[in-house]
């Protein structure tokens, strides 16, 4: 699911969320598309590297809803809180895996910064979800934001694109 072209080669690297990019990888087997230039943009430039952590950490699509239980990544990742579904499974190992396999990735394409859907137990930047499928939001991160994040990859939300473009161009200006 990684996508790279060696005209990205010197550009500093985006990792992104596959369901922003349109791919149907969502719980529900849907996407989040984000129509916006700018991403179209780094696409043409070669700058992203297109991931979704919960797919790549073995979770089907579609798959029950899952939130992180009243945690957040940080605590996911010590140990010291789970992830479970509507049908009361732990699919925290999952998770896990996929948050490993998308720093790893952020790592071997030199991925600075990383665009994540936000509200997501592994990509949210801001919000998740409550943890008791009410549908209610709260402040937090999920896991792969979280691991992404303690590696010193910048993480942004689909809500902070004009925040990830400006940093990008600060990026860029250090390298050009």
Known sequence: MNTET??????????????LMGDPVRYDAGHKWLADERLARWKQQGRLVVVC???????PTPRPPAEIQQ???????????R?????????????????HLALHAAKRHGCR????????????????YSGDFTGTRREGEGVTAAL?????????????????DRRLAELDSRTG
């Open 83 to 99: 992830i479970v579904d509507i049908e009361q499974d732990d699919p925290t190992e999952a998770f896990l895996r996929g948050a």
């Open 53 to 59: 952590p919960e797919v790549s950490g073995g979770l």
């Open 71 to 81: 945690a957040s990544g940080a605590e996911v990742l010590s140990g010291r809180a």
């Open 113 to 128: 910064l990383a665009l994540l859907t936000d509200g997501s137990p592994s990509c949210g930047s801001a919000t998740i």
């Open 148 to 164: 992404l994040r303690a590696n010193g990859v910048e993480v942004f939300s689909q809500h902070q694109l004009e925040a990830l």
């Open 6 to 19: 060696s005209e990205g080669a010197g550009l500093a690297r985006i990792l992104v969320s596959a369901c």
